[in-house]
C-alpha cells in the first residue's frame, strides 16, 4: 500500500473527528442559558463566613456577568477525542499491512487482459481494490464521529455552565442499559465541573463512548458561603475510581462492535472523500 496515501487518510480523518468536536462544542455552550448575577453576599464578619476554594471561585463567577468560553478546555477535548484517535490509529495500521488477496489479483489479471489496465498496473490496481473492499467492511468504523459530537456538546454546556458558577448534575437515561459507572455518577450530588472524573461520552465509563447521559445545571447550588454537598466515602470512592481511568497506564481503547448496517453510518459525501483517498493507496 502507498504509505503516504495511508498518511494521507489518517491526517483527513482526524481533521473530521477534531472539527466535529469542536463544532459540537460550540453547540453546547450556545445551548446554555445563562443565570442572572447574584449580588455580592453581607461582608459583616458577624453574619457571614469567607468562602474558601471551589466554592469561592464559583460564587466570585456567579456575581459577574457571565462570560461565554472562547475555546474548549484543552484536556478535556484531548481526552474526548483519545477512544476516536486510537481507533483511527488501529485502522491506519490494519492499513499498512493490507495486502491483495487472490482474488483481487485474478481481477487484475483480467482487466489487464481486456486493456482496462496496463500490465504494470496491475499491483496497484490489485492493492487499490484490497483497500476498496477494506472500506466496504469497515466504513462503520470510520464514523466515531457521533461519540465525539456527544462528548463535545457535553462539554460545551458543561464548561459554559462552570464558567457561570454553576454546579452540575449526572443524568443517566432511565432504562435498563444505563451502566453502573453512569448509575454511580448518577447518585452523586451536584459538583462543580472541576469535580466530576469524566464528561458523557469521554470513554472512562463502562459504556465508553456510547454513554448516553447528561451534565446538567442543577436546581441545587452553592450554601450561601460557598459550601458544597457534602460527599460520603462511598461517592468519595467512585469518583477516584473513575478518575484513575484518565492515567494512561490503565487507558485502552476499547472499540465499539459492528452495527447491522456495515456501511450507512458515513454520509454519502463522507464515504465518497473517503474513498478518494483510499483510491491512492494502490502501488508503492
Not at 11 to 32: F, I, K, M, P
Request: net charge negative.
Amino acid at each position: 500500500m502507498n504509505p503516504g496515501a495511508i498518511e494521507r487518510f489518517h491526517a483527513a480523518q482526524s481533521r473530521n473527528l477534531e472539527q466535529t468536536y469542536d463544532h459540537a462544542w460550540r453547540q453546547g455552550v450556545a445551548s446554555y442559558e445563562p443565570q442572572d448575577p447574584e449580588p455580592a453576599p453581607d461582608k459583616n464578619p458577624a453574619v457571614a463566613t469567607a468562602p474558601v476554594g471551589t466554592g469561592a471561585a464559583l460564587l466570585t463567577r456567579r456575581q459577574q456577568a457571565y462570560r461565554e468560553p472562547a475555546a474548549p478546555d484543552a484536556a478535556r477535548r484531548a481526552r474526548a477525542l483519545e477512544p476516536a484517535s486510537a481507533g483511527l490509529a488501529k485502522m491506519t495500521d490494519e492499513l499498512h499491512q493490507l495486502t491483495p488477496t487472490q482474488e483481487h489479483m485474478q481481477t487484475a489479471e483480467a482487466a489487464a487482459r481486456s486493456g482496462e489496465i496496463d500490465a504494470g498496473d496491475m499491483d496497484a490496481y490489485a492493492e487499490a481494490l484490497a483497500a476498496g473492499d477494506w472500506l466496504e467492511s469497515n466504513a462503520w468504523r470510520l464514523d466515531a464521529g457521533d461519540s465525539v459530537a456527544w462528548s463535545g456538546e457535553q462539554a460545551g454546556y458543561a464548561e459554559a455552565a462552570d464558567a457561570d458558577g454553576q454546579l452540575l448534575e449526572w443524568l443517566p437515561e432511565s432504562d435498563e442499559h444505563v451502566c453502573e459507572d453512569c448509575g454511580s455518577l448518577g447518585e452523586l450530588p451536584p459538583m462543580p465541573l472541576s469535580d466530576w472524573p469524566t464528561t458523557p461520552g469521554s470513554g472512562d465509563t463502562a459504556c465508553n463512548v456510547g454513554c448516553r447521559c447528561v451534565l446538567q445545571v442543577s436546581d441545587e447550588q452553592l450554601g450561601p458561603n460557598g459550601e458544597l454537598p457534602p460527599l460520603s466515602q462511598t461517592q468519595e470512592g467512585v469518583i477516584s475510581e473513575i478518575a484513575s481511568r484518565r492515567e494512561p497506564a490503565t487507558t485502552g481503547y476499547r472499540e465499539s462492535q459492528q452495527p447491522a448496517a456495515s456501511s450507512a453510518a458515513l454520509s454519502p459525501d463522507r464515504l465518497a472523500a473517503v474513498r478518494r483517498v483510499l483510491a491512492g493507496m494502490g502501488g508503492g
